[in-house]
């Protein structure tokens, strides 16, 4: 009877052993399928010497698993990366056409004095206009990616920069009657960024501010609770907090009446632009009227 008893616990403490031995590996397999999914290590693959054969066939299994996500994850961004060099070969090599298309029209139009043809003549310069941007704004999104690489990072005097593209809007705050007030203070307001970036960014706002501005824009460059921020205010029809918080999603256009106008990218590329130089922005109804905020530093 005690060698039965004996014979029991032996046995007992064998698979009490087993028991361990595979939740010990199960714990480590999890945790590495969990590392591997969460920092998404292409290279990397779950290691061996488990104790417990079936665990290792598990593991094999995981591995060859793991093998085919990183072929479709690789196949993916090849893919991704093929279609935004076509985007870019593609918008980049339609400019110089719509430059001539736009220079005939030009032409076009000083040759010719009648009202009804310069009528339609200035219906085409708007549409070319307006296909030009789509481009300019369909290159910029494909460069994106590489913009964090391609930036050259310097000091740049936001109000330098701030009253060189306002001055280039001087004939398109007049075109519908709106006289911005603008305030910008007399400190230093100088960040690290890139100065072609920087301009990109005021120029998308100040553009958006008079495409969607019933009557007022106001632009402000000053400090605020010690740091430096860029506001853009402007009054319009039909805004609420549910289509501000979609302002900087791709493709967003809260006007649908105007999507021939815009391709809802301006925004988001503002806000990549921000977002890749450290910086943050973001839009917030204020008394009725649409506030996008930058916060520099």
Not at 154 to 169: G, I, M, N, P
Not at 273 to 288: K, R
Request: glycine share 4%.
């Amino acid at each position: 009877m005690e060698l039965v008893i004996v014979f029991l616990a032996f046995i007992i403490a064998v698979l009490l052993s087993r028991i361990i031995l595979y939740k010990k590996d199960l714990r480590t397999l999890v945790k590495e399928i969990k590392f591997i999914d969460e920092k998404e290590l292409s290279n990397r693959k779950i290691a061996g010497s488990g104790s417990v054969k079936e665990i290792e066939d598990v593991k094999e299994a995981v591995n060859t698993l793991i093998l085919e996500k990183q072929k479709m994850r690789k196949q993916y961004r090849d893919t991704e990366a093929k279609n935004k060099e076509i985007i870019a070969s593609i918008s980049h090599d339609l400019r110089t056409p719509l430059t001539s298309i736009k220079g005939y029209i030009d032409l076009l139009d000083k040759r010719n004095s009648d009202e009804k043809s310069k009528k339609y003549i200035e219906i085409i310069k708007a549409r070319t206009d307006s296909l030009g941007i789509l481009i300019s704004t369909f290159y910029d999104l494909t460069k994106l990616e590489a913009m964090g690489r391609d930036m050259k990072l310097e000091y740049v005097d936001l109000k330098e920069s701030l009253t060189s593209v306002l001055a280039l809007y001087y004939e398109r705050f007049g075109d519908k009657d709106i006289v911005p007030k603008i305030d910008i203070g007399i400190e230093d307001f100088s960040v690290l960024g890139d100065k072609h970036s920087i301009e990109r960014v005021f120029a998308n706002l100040i553009d958006n501010s008079i495409k969607y501005s019933k009557s007022s824009v106001e632009i402000v460059l000053g400090l605020e609770y010690g740091k430096i921020v860029t506001k853009i205010i402007n009054d319009s029809d039909d805004l609420n907090e549910e289509n501000i918080e979609k302002l900087f999603n791709k493709f967003y256009v809260i006007d649908t009446a105007r999507q021939s106008e815009s391709t809802g990218l301006g925004l988001f590329i503002t806000r990549e632009i921000i977002n890749d130089m450290g910086y943050s922005i973001d839009a917030d109804l204020v008394d009725g009227k649409l506030q996008i905020k930058i916060i520099w530093k």
